[in-house]
């Protein structure tokens, strides 16, 4: 079975190409050189756009900690940090609202159910890191009054 079809042959295709450059033909050159630099064109595309670019270094930074520090200290650093947290998330919200305006989405009835999905977990952490806070200054307290005596 032929992998051509059938009046097309690699002899016949050669054939067709040596007879169109054999005749003096007025555009022959330009149209030559147009489809050269063409495929070399979309080869080079395809070339640049295979490159895979050097993954950068990745820097980590880690918090060095004093060894004696107290729970409550954590607790308390836990606290801020969800609170910075929270911050940071209104602010990209904010930016991701004003692009949604400006695209013309509807965004409105989705804030209002996680708002208060977002207040409620939020309202849980700090409960439960207050807590936590609490029992914290309560062993800490302890445990000062057994080492005085």
Known sequence: MAILPRPVSPTSAFADL?????????????????????????????????????KEREIIYVESWMS?????????????????????????????????????????EDEIRNRAQRKETIAAMNKLLHKRLEAALAHEAGATDTATR
């Open 18 to 54: 040596r007879e169109m450059f054999s005749r003096e033909r007025p555009h022959r050159w330009s149209i030559l050189a147009l489809s050269i630099t063409l495929t070399g064109f979309l080869l080079w595309g395809f070339l640049v756009d295979s490159r895979i670019p050097p």
């Open 68 to 108: 004696d520090r107290k729970d409550s200290d954590i607790i308390r650093r836990q606290i801020e940090d969800l609170a910075k947290y929270e911050a940071a998330l209104e602010r990209k919200q904010r930016e991701f609202q004003s692009v949604a305006d400006s695209l013309g989405i509807e965004w409105r």
